[in-house]
C-alpha cells in the first residue's frame, strides 16, 4: 500500500516516513498542498495523511479538492493544534480520521489499518 504524507515540518515527515515504511508501506511525502493534486492524479495512493495547517493552503480546502478527484480515497487530518472546530469541519468534509500531534503511532497504525483502502 502506498501512502502520500502531507506535512510543512520536516521532522514529523522524516518521523512518518520511517515509521510507515517500518510497517511496510510504501511512502511519498510532500511538505506543501500545491503539488497534491497532481501527485494524485499520477499515483494511486491507499490513504493521505494530511496537516491541518500548511504554509501555502488551508489543509481542509485541500482536502475538499481531493475529494472532487477521489471521493473514495481516504484522507486523515494530523494537527498540531488542538483546534476543536476544525476537526469538526474536517470529519464533516469526509476526512476518516484526526490524529493530533505529538503522534501517537500505535493509534496511527490501527487507524490506517483499518481505513486505508486496498489497491
Given at each position: 500500500?502506498?501512502?502520500?504524507?502531507?506535512?510543512?515540518?520536516?521532522?514529523?515527515?522524516?518521523?512518518?516516513?520511517?515509521?510507515?515504511?517500518?510497517?511496510?508501506?510504501?511512502?511519498?511525502?510532500?511538505?506543501?498542498?500545491?503539488?497534491?493534486?497532481?501527485?494524485i492524479?499520477?499515483?494511486?495512493?491507499?490513504?493521505?495523511?494530511?496537516d491541518?495547517?500548511?504554509?501555502?493552503?488551508?489543509?481542509?480546502?485541500?482536502?475538499?479538492?481531493?475529494?472532487?478527484?477521489?471521493?473514495?480515497?481516504?484522507?486523515?487530518?494530523?494537527?498540531?493544534?488542538?483546534?476543536?472546530?476544525?476537526?469538526?469541519?474536517?470529519?464533516r468534509?469526509?476526512?476518516?480520521?484526526?490524529?493530533?500531534?505529538?503522534?501517537?503511532?500505535?493509534?496511527?497504525?490501527?487507524?490506517?489499518?483499518?481505513?486505508?483502502?486496498s489497491?
Amino acid at each position: 500500500m502506498k501512502i502520500l504524507v502531507v506535512d510543512d515540518d520536516p521532522e514529523t515527515r522524516e518521523l512518518l516516513k520511517v515509521f510507515l515504511e517500518s510497517e511496510g508501506y510504501s511512502v511519498v511525502l510532500l511538505e506543501k498542498g500545491e503539488p497534491v493534486i497532481k501527485t494524485i492524479l499520477k499515483e494511486t495512493f491507499s490513504i493521505v495523511l494530511l496537516d491541518i495547517r500548511l504554509p501555502d493552503m488551508n489543509g481542509i480546502e485541500l482536502l475538499k479538492k481531493i475529494h472532487k478527484l477521489d471521493k473514495e480515497l481516504p484522507v486523515m487530518m494530523i494537527t498540531a493544534f488542538k483546534d476543536a472546530e476544525n476537526v469538526v469541519v474536517a470529519f464533516r468534509e469526509g476526512a476518516v480520521d484526526c490524529i493530533l500531534k505529538p503522534l501517537n503511532f500505535e493509534y496511527l497504525k490501527s487507524s490506517i489499518a483499518s481505513r486505508a483502502r486496498s489497491i
